[in-house]
């Protein structure tokens, strides 16, 4: 992991995997029996971590079925072997599960345009995008305000810049001043420029600006902000569909669009993801303050519910805080049993 060291990440869910490792251990004296209520408090353990239902169903009956082919008794650590595979697996292999129309629709909902023979109203799957000499890479981050957003952007250029990356950001929430503030001094900080204009400027403008000074000055990454306002759906879909019309014209591509959740809001969380993901073509999530929280398990959820892939995660507060997600390393920082527990991945 970019951190160098499993331990970080398992302190940062430190919240997360207490309430639910530590309730078993409460049950796991020693080798026990599981009848149903004892299964029954174990689902009710996931849930309570919003791991969602469905998975926390599956979960219990996988456990279940393994303490059957064990001779009806069972350990704390076989039932974490458990919950270890069927997260990872779930989390490996999630696959969006709500259809939105292209960004080439944003804004659109007219009978004439739905109606267009051969015009896409899906989006189909995409490939990472090619790093291409003179065309810059355009990273698109959306999300609710309060969620990490801004702070995230600045997490993620410095991430690229280690990575030897040559990375712009654009102050695109224009409607409030903070948020421009804020990343202007985020990028001042880890030492990126930033493109920027005036408060309720018009954000389409500051990326198509961004676009040209990154042509101009050789940068192969932009990171886009975007204004955090959950308003109606078509209006969202306006706003944030004319930003990305203006990227797919300079660089010749949809951007790559991650949406932020904060992992603290727990299913609100989630309703949020679905919202966006009903609304805006979305690649994946960052999930953020994992630190924070005991609702860690909400990872599970959306890619469960609307089977979007977990990208990044943070847990921290410092710029550093923030690593590719692997299913595998979060899945045994969240349920492993034993504080000296280490990895060198």
Same mark, same amino acid.
């Given at each position: 992991?970019?951190?160098?060291?499993?331990?970080?990440?398992?302190?940062?869910?430190?919240? !997360?995997?207490?309430?639910?490792?530590?309730? *078993?251990?409460?049950?796991?004296?020693?080798?026990?029996?599981?009848?149903?209520?004892?299964?029954? #408090?174990?689902?009710?353990? *996931?849930?309570?971590?919003?791991?969602?239902?469905? &998975?926390?169903?599956?979960? !219990?009956?996988?456990?279940?079925?393994?303490?059957?082919?064990?001779?009806?008794?069972?350990?704390?650590?076989s039932?974490?072997?458990? +919950?270890?595979?069927?997260?990872?697996?779930?989390?490996?292999?999630?696959?969006?599960?709500?259809?939105?129309?292209?960004?080439?629709?944003?804004?659109?909902?007219?009978?004439?345009?739905?109606?267009k023979?051969?015009?896409?109203?899906?989006?189909?799957?995409? !490939?990472v995008?090619?790093?291409r000499?003179?065309?810059?890479?355009?990273?698109?981050?959306?999300?609710?305000?309060?969620?990490?957003?801004?702070?995230?952007?600045?997490?993620?250029?410095?991430?690229?810049?280690?990575?030897?990356?040559?990375?712009?950001v654009?102050?695109?929430?224009?409607?409030?001043?903070?948020? @421009?503030?804020?990343?202007?001094?985020? %990028?001042?900080?880890?030492?990126?420029?930033?493109?920027?204009?005036?408060?309720? &400027?018009?954000?389409?403008?500051?990326?198509?600006d %961004?676009?040209?000074?990154?042509? &101009?000055?050789?940068?192969?990454? @932009?990171? @886009?902000?975007?204004?955090?306002?959950?308003?109606?759906?078509?209006?969202?879909?306006?706003?944030?569909?004319k930003?990305?019309?203006?990227?797919?014209?300079? +660089?010749?591509?949809?951007?790559?669009?991650?949406?932020?959740?904060?992992?603290?809001?727990?299913?609100?969380?989630?309703?949020?993801?679905?919202?966006?993901?009903?609304?805006?073509?979305?690649?994946?999530?960052?999930?953020?303050?994992?630190?924070?929280? #005991?609702?860690?398990?909400?990872?599970?959820?959306?890619?469960?519910? *609307?089977?979007?892939?977990?990208?990044? +995660?943070?847990?921290?507060?410092?710029?550093?805080?923030?690593?590719?997600?692997?299913?595998?390393?979060?899945?045994?920082? *969240?349920?492993?049993?034993?504080?000296?527990?280490?990895?060198?991945?």
């Amino acid at each position: 992991m970019a951190w160098g060291a499993f331990d970080k990440l398992r302190k940062g869910l430190r919240k !997360t995997r207490d309430g639910i490792v530590g309730r *078993l251990g409460d049950i796991f004296g020693g080798r026990v029996r599981l009848d149903p209520e004892t299964l029954d #408090a174990i689902e009710e353990m *996931l849930i309570s971590a919003d791991l969602g239902v469905q &998975a926390s169903l599956r979960i !219990t009956r996988s456990i279940e079925k393994r303490v059957k082919e064990e001779g009806g008794e069972s350990s704390l650590e076989s039932v974490l072997e458990v +919950i270890r595979k069927d997260i990872t697996a779930t989390l490996r292999d999630a696959k969006p599960r709500i259809k939105v129309r292209s960004w080439d629709e944003a804004g659109d909902d007219s009978p004439k345009k739905k109606g267009k023979k051969g015009r896409k109203l899906e989006r189909e799957p995409e !490939t990472v995008p090619e790093i291409r000499p003179g065309v810059p890479q355009v990273i698109f981050v959306v999300g609710v305000n309060g969620t990490g957003k801004t702070t995230t952007i600045a997490k993620l250029a410095h991430y690229y810049k280690q990575e030897g990356r040559k990375v712009m950001v654009a102050a695109g929430d224009t409607f409030r001043a903070a948020a @421009v503030e804020q990343l202007t001094i985020w %990028a001042d900080r880890i030492g990126v420029d930033c493109i920027q204009q005036g408060q309720n &400027a018009d954000p389409a403008a500051v990326v198509f600006d %961004a676009l040209q000074a990154a042509e &101009a000055r050789g940068h192969d990454l @932009v990171i @886009v902000d975007t204004a955090g306002r959950l308003h109606t759906k078509s209006s969202l879909m306006d706003e944030l569909g004319k930003i990305a019309r203006v990227i797919q014209k300079k +660089i010749g591509r949809d951007p790559e669009t991650l949406l932020v959740v904060d992992a603290n809001t727990g299913q609100n969380g989630l309703q949020q993801a679905k919202i966006f993901a009903e609304t805006v073509p979305v690649d994946g999530l960052v999930l953020t303050k994992l630190d924070g929280t #005991a609702k860690g398990g909400i990872v599970v959820a959306i890619a469960e519910t *609307l089977g979007l892939p977990v990208l990044w +995660i943070g847990v921290g507060e410092t710029v550093e805080d923030i690593a590719p997600f692997d299913p595998e390393i979060f899945a045994r920082a *969240l349920f492993s049993d034993g504080e000296g527990e280490t990895t060198t991945a």
